[in-house]
C-alpha cells in the first residue's frame, strides 16, 4: 500500500533585482539624462537647433526695426537733394522754343507772344502763353508742350480760308466761323456774301456768324429742296441773309435758324404758286411757317 502525505506548497520567492556595482572609470563624469514622458531620443539636438533659429529671427527683427528708419530717411534726403538740384539746375530752364505749323502768321509773331524764356521748365506760364498766341488773328487753335529738359514745343492750327466777304468796296477772306483772314485769294468755286454795311475790316475781326452759317446752310441743302442752286448772297443787319437763285427766285431766309424747315416751306409755297399761277418777286421765310410774298 503507498500512503500519499499532503505536503504543504513551497512558497513562491518574489523577483529581485540585484545590483551590483562597478567602478566607474574615473576620466568619465557622472552624467544624469532625464526624459520627459513621451520624448523621443535626438530631440534635444532638434530643440537646440529651433533656439539657435529664433535667437537668429531675433536678431533680423531687430535689425530691420533698427535700420528701416534710417534706410527711409536717407532716400528722403536724397530725393530731396535731386529735387534742389533740379530746381535750381540751369539744365531745367527753358532754353529752346520750336514753332509748327505756323504759314501765314509770321514765327516771330508767335515767339512774342513767349514770356517764359530762362524760367523753370516746372513753372513756365504754359497756357498764358497759349491763351496769348490763339488770340493772334490767324490762328485757330495752339498746343503747348515740355520737351525735357530745355524745350518748349508749340503746334498752332491756323484758320483754313472758307470764303469771301465783300464790305465797303473791299473783299476779304473769312474763315467757316466768319474770322477775316486778310486779303487773301479764297479757295476755288468758294461762295461770297455781300453786306451792306460801310465801315472797313481787319485781320482777327469777325463778321455775323449766324449770316456765315446761314449762307453755308443754304448752298449745302438748296439744290435738294428746290431743284436749283444759289448764285448770289447778300447780308443786311436788319434783314440776315438773303438769296438769289439761277432761275430768278429771290427769298430772305434771316438768321442760320431752322434753315431746313425755310427751304421746305419755299418749295412748297413756290410749288403752289406756280400751281395757281401767282407771281411774286421776293418770298420772306424768316418767320417760319407764315411766308410773305412781295
Do not use: C
Amino acid at each position: 500500500m503507498i500512503r500519499k502525505h499532503d505536503q504543504p506548497k513551497p512558497r513562491r520567492q518574489p523577483n529581485r533585482i540585484v545590483r551590483r556595482k562597478r567602478p566607474a572609470p574615473a576620466q568619465t563624469p557622472k552624467r544624469a539624462v532625464e526624459r520627459k514622458e513621451g520624448q523621443a531620443v535626438g530631440e534635444r539636438k532638434r530643440r537646440v537647433g529651433m533656439h539657435v533659429a529664433a535667437i537668429g529671427r531675433r536678431g533680423r527683427s531687430w535689425m530691420r526695426v533698427r535700420w528701416l528708419p534710417i534706410t527711409t530717411a536717407v532716400l528722403f534726403l536724397g530725393v530731396v537733394g535731386a529735387g534742389a538740384w533740379a530746381w535750381h539746375s540751369p539744365t531745367l530752364q527753358v532754353r529752346e522754343v520750336e514753332v509748327d505749323g505756323a504759314v501765314a502768321t509770321r514765327e516771330s509773331e508767335i515767339l512774342e507772344q513767349v514770356d517764359f524764356w530762362g524760367e523753370r521748365m516746372f513753372t513756365a506760364d504754359l497756357d498764358g502763353a497759349a491763351d496769348a498766341i490763339a488770340a493772334l488773328p490767324l490762328v485757330a487753335s495752339v498746343e503747348i508742350t515740355r520737351e525735357w529738359p530745355g524745350t518748349v514745343h508749340i503746334t498752332v492750327r491756323e484758320r483754313e480760308p472758307w470764303g469771301s466777304w465783300e464790305q465797303a468796296g473791299l473783299r476779304y477772306t473769312i474763315d467757316r466761323e466768319g474770322y477775316v483772314l486778310g486779303h487773301g485769294p479764297p479757295p476755288a468755286d468758294s461762295t461770297t456774301i455781300v453786306s451792306n454795311e460801310s465801315y472797313s475790316l481787319r485781320a482777327g475781326d469777325r463778321v455775323d456768324y449766324h449770316a456765315v452759317d446761314a449762307t453755308a446752310a443754304i448752298k449745302e441743302q438748296i439744290e435738294q429742296a428746290l431743284g436749283t442752286r444759289a448764285i448770289e448772297f447778300t447780308y443786311s443787319p436788319g434783314e440776315g441773309i438773303r438769296v438769289r437763285t439761277e432761275d430768278g427766285q429771290t427769298a430772305l431766309l434771316g438768321d442760320s435758324s431752322s434753315i431746313a424747315y425755310k427751304l421746305a416751306v419755299w418749295a412748297r409755297v413756290a410749288e403752289e404758286a406756280l400751281a395757281r399761277d401767282i407771281t411774286y418777286s421776293t418770298i420772306d421765310l424768316r418767320f417760319g411757317d407764315r411766308p410773305v410774298l412781295r
